[in-house]
């Protein structure tokens, strides 16, 4: 495994979760200190783009993370940047290049919407994941039964086959990101409506409960509740996820998912916001010791 040279350092149990995160997150790595190296030599994109006879928009669509590395791009790149140590080249050069290989969800590529590829790839990155539900159990904690129920609210036309396929990816994106040695915390804050509707029928609710009083004791899982009795509150507007990254050259992504497209928020002041509306659920909802006795209840309910 190598050991990444690049601004703070990587550490080689991060590197392996952005090896696995897929091409996404690597290209935004790889963009990142790029963009750290041509400003430390006070070049603009104008003059960086001209020195590797491409134009301005190419460097900072690089720099983004918005498209794939040749490695002549980099090399020439990391020469005019002035990176002359060859294992810090090296690295980067190795990056680059696995940022241009198939990701991990390949398998499932004929059930994985072109708008959720990016999700796929910047969760497996996360160190940290906030999420609140109004409508469903979240994806990354729900049951086979469960999940297989709510593709078919979605998709009902499909063929038993596809929704399979479906569930086996939500069950293997739960396995790649809970399993793992050096899991992300994850902050979930699930509406009361939606442990109380019976998706499925109610012996699938009762193991879809039971599943999260198990996952709730996990070290690197919180599960609140936010009760009917809250009332009004911060999310009311619909489902939040946001990923943090152990990384400071990438920044915080909110995710908001629509029926048949997301958006991908990364502007400071759209992320701020999204924080610290999370941060007032958490607040309104029932604290992790209630939710878990909460959940009992609805289970005893169900």
Avoid at 121 to 133: C, D, F, M, P
Wanted: aromatic share 6%; with cysteine; hydrophobic share 45%.
């Amino acid at each position: 495994m190598v050991t990444v040279p690049l601004g703070g350092g990587v550490a080689d149990s991060a590197l392996l979760a952005y090896r696995q995160a897929g091409p996404t997150v690597l290209r935004m790595l790889v963009g990142a200190q790029l963009r750290r190296l041509r400003e430390a030599q006070g070049l603009t994109c104008q003059s960086a783009g001209a020195a590797i006879h491409a134009s301005h928009s190419k460097i900072s669509r690089l720099e983004l993370g918005r498209r794939g590395f040749k490695q002549r791009d980099v090399a020439e790149l990391l020469t005019l940047y002035g990176v002359e140590d060859e294992a810090e080249r090296a690295t980067l050069l190795t990056l680059a290049e696995l940022a241009t290989a198939p990701p991990w969800w390949r398998e499932y590529a004929d059930v994985v919407p072109r708008w959720f590829e990016d999700y796929l790839g910047l969760e497996q990155a996360a160190s940290v994941i906030r999420t609140y539900e109004v409508q469903f159990v979240p994806g990354l904690l729900q049951t086979p039964d469960y999940a297989r129920a709510v593709v078919r609210l979605a998709h009902g036309d499909y063929s038993e086959a596809t929704i399979d396929r479906r569930v086996a990816l939500r069950m293997k994106r739960q396995r790649l990101l809970l399993d793992r040695a050096n899991p992300p915390k994850l902050w979930a804050v699930i509406d009361e409506a939606a442990l109380r509707r019976p998706i499925g029928g109610a012996a699938t609710m009762r193991a879809q409960l039971q599943h999260l009083l198990e996952v709730a004791e996990l070290p690197n899982v919180t599960v609140e509740v936010m009760p009917f009795s809250a009332g009004g509150h911060a999310a009311a507007g619909g489902p939040i996820t946001l990923l943090r990254f152990p990384e400071d050259d990438i920044h915080d992504v909110v995710y908001l998912e629509q029926l048949t497209n997301a958006v991908y928020a990364t502007k400071t002041a759209d992320v701020d916001h999204y924080w610290h509306v999370l941060n007032r659920v958490v607040i309104e909802a029932e604290p992790p010791n209630a939710s878990v006795k909460m959940l009992q209840r609805i289970l005893r309910e169900t």
